[in-house]
């Protein structure tokens, strides 16, 4: 062996296109040349060792012996340093392979160029106990290592680069301690990552860009000046502590992954500060602030956004959006962007808005936001003015009573084609609306809205809008009201179902409203009652041809008409009637105003042309016998039955509460039509059946025509029949 006391740098260099090798042998001690200023060799102190070019596997060796520190540097392909306890250099070039084999009491660092690096870390491939490996193509073939008693750091310098930590040799029980550069984010361009193992990690970043990433039997590393974060399979676990700031983005990867965002990911106005759900069923919670993307990717992803949580890019991919009011009166708006026409949510609390931008339509598949509001009198608006809106909603009102409230909205009455669809729910303060995005194409979108413990619901801005009773004896009542929230002149509908108290709904600005109590009435007695009070139709500003649609079904209905400004509403047909079959429906209609004023009533089996002042106002389809007339002097009233060919089909006329005007029934083509005169002292002159009319009460007052059988009212009635008539059916005195 050579004497190199007096020897300070020595430099190997090998053979071209052969396979070389140097080995330093530390187990007499530390056999490098002093260097105490780590000057780069061939400066005094130290080795350097060029492994030549071409075929050959030239690589390093550092065995046995123990020191203090040991720190790598790596400058490129094969190229690099080891500083020695602070005192020796080993420098290098164009090897492939490098093993260190020594032990470390302290710390052993790797340090990488301002290139852009990809590196892992894993146990070593002969699960050696005490030896790792360090793989980095762009640096060296093969690193193998043993691992230090104390810290393991690898800072990787300058550069968009990537760390991933995979494993490490059991035998090392302390942290890794990862640095990813100077890269600390905007301005700076260079995003460092920090990419976990298959298996399952849990990531807390609790400083700017740094904290822990824990693998399930495997190591924690603890880093810092990473940008963005990478979990790979696996079900990892994310958080962003409040007050801190993760400047790139978060990938989850495959698996059940968690996000929990109490600070911020990413930099307004700079790229990244995106959340990456990959596949499997994953869930978001943000508290704070996403500047990017939300992709839940494949799976039922769950994002829940509490105020002031907000996403300021497009959410996609996600099938369930919870949203929490705070203990404030809330206003939660969704609607579409009028400008990108990504769906947004703005909640204002206490006069502060925030707004996030939720996804592009169309979603596929269809989210579904779960709103929960809390204390204070809450609102809900789902708009479609500026377009559709693509998801569905469960929104609770909350447990405390306060005035919680559900607005759907439309572009118009005039202008929309949606179509709303009310149904109650098992109690008062419960329902369903369906929203149709074209209510002329069978096939456009849908949208289902569930809501429990609200107050009232309004609905505005519709083409058309449908109230439909839930069970199948229901009593409803319409009336002008005020829309809770817009403000406008309404059409206010309430009542109850079966007994049980339903919720308000409120139309406003609404073409065409549709009372339809039909659709259950093959359960139960089927009896409903509607009523119209004073100046209902008036009260929907929107309203417009066939304006009110009620639609009774089967059972023994009754609808009260109580004043007669719905008549001079709503263009030519405002009211439209279809009381079903099958039994006796009752229509009562209270007219106010003067004699003068003549209101004419046509009721045939198609429908009911109503008339007042002389000028034509509207139409009522009524599909039912009649019972229950109730005028005053000065009103004209036709009535024509409905024309059967079944022998058992009858119409019945009820003119009892008859006081005055003119009146003329029509039996049609049945053959076992009733009519029950006015309950005053009548006269009923019978006339020959072949001719023009079949017979009169009191004069000219009521004219009748194929009716076969007659009913005298609670008065003394006389009946005349002329010589040679025959009465089809029979006649009954009634009750005086």
């Known amino acids: ?62 065995e046995n012996g123990t020191v203090a520190d040991v720190i790598h540097s790596f400058a490129g392909a094969g190229e690099g340093s080891v500083s020695i306890d602070g005192t020796s250099l080993i420098a290098y070039s164009q090897l492939e392979p490098i093993s260190d084999l020594l032990t470390v009491t302290n710390d052993r660092t790797f340090s990488f160029s301002a290139a852009a690096d990809t590196v892992t870390l894993q146990d070593d491939a002969g699960a050696v106990a005490g030896l790792s490996e360090l793989v980095s193509t762009a640096n060296f073939a093969q690193f193998t290592f043993r691992v230090p008693n104390t810290d393991l750091n690898i800072d990787l310098g300058m550069g968009s680069d990537s760390l991933t930590v995979l494993s490490v040799d059991s035998v090392y029980a302390t942290p890794v301690i990862a640095i990813g550069g100077t890269g600390v984010g905007s301005p700076d361009p260079d995003v460092d990552t920090l990419i976990g193992t298959d298996g399952d990690e849990v990531v807390v970043v609790n400083g700017n860009n740094s904290g822990t990433m824990t693998t399930t039997g495997g190591p924690t590393t603890i880093f810092s000046q990473f940008e963005s974060l990478d979990g790979q399979d696996g079900a990892d676990t994310f958080t962003v502590d409040a007050g801190f700031t993760l400047t790139g983005s978060i990938a989850g990867g495959d698996g059940a992954d968690q996000f929990t965002i109490n600070g911020t990911v990413g930099v307004n106005g700079q790229p990244g500060g995106n ?18 993307n939300l992709d839940g990717g494949d799976g039922f992803d769950e994002l829940t956004s509490p105020s002031p949580g907000v996403v300021n890019g497009v959410i996609s991919n996600i099938e369930r959006i919870n949203i929490a009011g ?10 579409l962007n009028a400008t990108t026409l990504n769906t947004e949510v703005e909640i204002t609390t206490l006069g502060v808005t925030t707004v996030s931008t939720y996804f592009a339509p169309p979603a596929v598949p269809v989210v579904t936001f779960f709103i929960t509001a809390a204390d204070g009198d809450d609102t809900l608006i789902v708009d479609h003015s500026n377009g559709f809106v693509d998801a569905d909603f469960d929104f609770d009102g909350g447990g405390t009573p306060g005035m919680d409230l559900l607005v759907v909205s439309g572009s118009g009455s005039t202008t929309s084609t949606n179509r709303s669809t009310y149904t109650p729910g098992p109690d008062s303060n419960s329902g369903t609306v369906v929203i149709e995005e074209d209510l002329n194409d069978p096939t456009s979108r849908r949208q289902t809205i569930e809501f429990r413990n609200l107050t009232p619901v309004e609905t505005t801005g519709m083409a058309e809008a449908i109230y439909q009773g839930p069970r199948s004896s229901d009593e409803v009542t319409l009336r002008a009201g005020t829309g809770p929230d817009t403000g406008l002149n309404a059409l206010e509908i309430f009542g109850s179902s079966d007994g049980t108290l339903v919720e308000r709904e409120f139309f406003s600005d609404v073409g065409r409203v549709i009372v339809e109590l039909a659709l259950r009435d093959n359960v139960g007695a089927a009896n409903d009652t509607v ?26 209905d009754v609808i009260n008409l109580l004043e007669d400004s719905y ?9 439209v009637i279809d009381a079903g079959q099958g039994n006796t429906d009752r229509l009562n209609v209270n007219v106010s105003g003067s004699v003068a004023d003549i209101d004419g009533f046509t009721l045939t089996n198609d429908d009911l042309a109503i008339a007042v002042g002389g000028a034509a106002a ?7 016998p009649v019972s229950g007339l109730t005028t005053i002097g000065g009103d004209e009233v036709s009535l024509t039955g409905q024309s059967s060919a079944d022998a058992t089909f009858s119409n019945f006329f009820d003119l009892s509460g008859w006081t005055g005007g003119l009146a003329t029934v029509n039996g049609g083509t049945s053959t076992d039509d009733t009519i029950i005169g006015p309950d005053v002292n009548s006269v009923w002159n019978i006339l020959d059946p072949a001719g023009t009319d079949d017979g009169t009460i009191n004069g000219s007052s009521i004219v009748w025509q194929d009716v076969e059988n007659l009913t005298g009212g609670s008065g003394d009635d006389q009946f005349i029949l002329t010589t040679g008539v025959t009465v089809p059916g029979a006649i009954d005195g009634g009750t005086a």
């Open 1 to 62: 062996p050579a004497n190199i006391n007096s020897v300070t740098n020595i430099i190997f260099n090998a053979r071209d296109n052969l396979s070389d090798t140097l080995t330093v042998d530390f187990a007499n001690g530390n056999p490098l040349p002093g260097n105490p200023g780590l000057t780069t060799p061939p400066a005094p102190g130290g080795i350097s060792f060029n492994g030549g070019i071409g075929a050959g596997i030239d690589s390093l060796v550092l």
């Open 275 to 292: 959340l990456d759900g990959g596949d499997g069923d994953d869930v978001f919670f943000i508290n704070g602030t996403v500047e990017g």
């Open 326 to 335: 705070t203990v404030n009166p809330d206003v939660i708006i969704v609607r």
């Open 531 to 556: 009523t119209i009070q004073a100046g209902a139709l008036a009260a929907n500003e929107g309203l417009t041809a066939n304006g009110l649609v009620l639609r009774t079904g089967i059972g023994r």
């Open 567 to 575: 008549l001079t509403f709503g263009g030519e047909n405002a009211l």
């Open 618 to 624: 509207g139409t009522v389809s009524f599909v039912s």
